[in-house]
Each structure stands twice: as structure tokens, then as C-alpha cells.
């Protein structure tokens, strides 16, 4: 099983500065298999990110991820209100799906 | 439009069973995997389950094998998840997830979820 640790826990910025988050792998993955969610309050998860750096339909190129083997990134450029949520990283590519704990968020 | 619909969360005791439903529209259900993932309470998410396009291939979480059953019925777009022998750690709000065509693939499309409670 693939074990992804986020970081940092939260992340708290104001309105235009850039947000890095982090996930790292217990094992080398295939970069094809990592997908990012952002979860806003109340709300189900929404895909942003897959083959680690895809961005999914709609999504805004102020969201970009980066990353291969062990360390994935996910970068908000500009921070906007509406940025506020929680970031899940994924690993998927076999019969056991992984979460990584979540970074959240917050605007100043 | 893509549409997951969930359904069947409520109360039950410990012990108890639970069927949750999730009504697909708008693609070709027969087409793609779909899964179950839930949210504990004030906590992240956990791949409970998933099943093949054709039904035929299913895969569970540590914590839920031998006691959830994941099921899906083409005719009628519906993805099912029967939960028996419930625990109060089995608590959380279930989402049913689209997946795409390859295998193992991501979680496209999420439902809004429907919330299970265990307690006596």
C-alpha cells in the first residue's frame, strides 16, 4: 500500500500569494497514477489534478502540479477567495486507492 | 450533465446492516468503474470500494472486507453498497465516485453524499 503524507497540515496566505502544498509517497510511484481534490466546506470533492499534473476540465491555470518518484507539488499561483478548501492528493493505478490527509487552505 | 445521485444514509445500531444507493445519469453507466469513498466526521477521505464497468471485478478497503458488498445494476444506473455488521468507526458521509475507462483509474465525478451514522 502506498502511504502519502501532506504537508504542511494548513497553510494560511493572503489573497494573491501563491500556496505550495506538498504529498509524499512511502514508495516510488508512476506519476501517471496522481490526482489532486479540492474539497470546499460542505461540499463533495472535486478532481483537479490527475497524472500529477493534468489539469482537469474547468479548472483555472492558477492550479498546477508537478512532481515524480516520491514528491508531488500542487501550486496555487495567485490565491483567490474561492481557494479556500481542503487538498487531497490520491494515489490510484491499482486495486487499492490511497488518500493522502488533506492541507487546508485558509485565506487571511 | 454527469450526475451521481446518493442515497439509503441514516441511523442504525451497532451491528446493523445498510444498503446505499447511487443513481447515475447523464453517461453510459456500463462503461465505467465506479467507487464509494467516505469522510468520517471532521476528518479525510478513504477509498471504501470499488467495481468493475461490468461488475464482474470488485475491490474493498481493509477495514470494510468481508463486511461491505459493492454491486452495481446496468439496467438501471444504480451502483449499490450493502454494509452489515456496522461499527460506530464505520460513521462517515459516503460518496459514490464516476471513474474513467482505464482501469484503476481516477475518481472523475463524485456524488453530493448521504451520511451513515452507527449508534446505539
Known amino acids: 500500500e502506498v502511504v502519502l503524507t501532506q504537508s504542511p497540515g494548513t497553510v494560511s496566505l493572503s489573497l494573491g500569494e501563491r500556496a505550495t502544498l506538498s504529498c509524499r509517497a512511502s514508495q516510488s510511484i508512476n506519476s501517471n497514477y496522481l490526482a489532486w481534490y479540492q474539497q470546499k466546506p460542505g461540499q463533495a470533492p472535486s478532481l483537479l489534478i490527475f497524472s500529477a499534473s493534468n489539469r482537469a476540465t474547468a479548472i483555472p491555470d492558477r492550479f498546477s502540479g508537478s512532481g515524480s518518484g516520491t514528491d508531488f507539488t500542487l501550486t496555487i499561483s495567485r490565491l483567490e477567495p474561492e481557494d479556500s478548501a481542503v487538498y487531497y492528493c490520491?494515489?490510484?493505478?491499482?486495486?487499492?486507492?490511497?488518500f493522502g490527509q488533506g492541507t487546508k487552505v485558509e485565506i487571511k | 450533465e454527469v450526475q451521481l445521485l446518493d442515497s439509503g444514509g441514516g441511523l442504525v445500531q451497532p451491528g446493523g446492516s445498510l444498503r446505499l444507493s447511487c443513481a447515475a445519469s447523464?453517461?453510459?453507466?456500463?462503461?465505467?468503474?465506479m467507487s464509494w469513498v467516505r469522510q468520517a466526521p471532521g476528518t479525510g477521505l478513504e477509498w471504501v470500494s470499488a467495481?468493475?464497468?461490468?461488475?464482474?471485478?470488485?475491490y474493498y478497503g481493509d477495514s470494510v472486507k468481508g463486511r461491505f458488498t459493492i454491486s452495481r445494476d446496468n439496467s438501471k444506473n444504480t451502483l449499490f453498497l450493502q454494509m452489515t455488521s456496522l461499527r460506530a468507526e464505520d460513521t462517515a458521509v459516503y460518496y459514490c465516485?464516476?471513474?474513467?475507462?482505464?482501469?484503476?483509474?481516477?475518481?472523475?465525478?463524485w456524488g453530493q453524499g448521504t451520511m451513515v451514522t452507527v449508534s446505539s
Open positions: 465516485a464516476k471513474m474513467g475507462p482505464i482501469p484503476y483509474d481516477f475518481f472523475h465525478i
Open positions: 447523464g453517461f453510459t453507466f456500463s462503461d465505467y468503474a
Open positions: 467495481i468493475s464497468a461490468s461488475g464482474y471485478g470488485t
Open positions: 490520491q494515489h490510484y493505478g491499482s486495486s487499492l486507492w490511497t
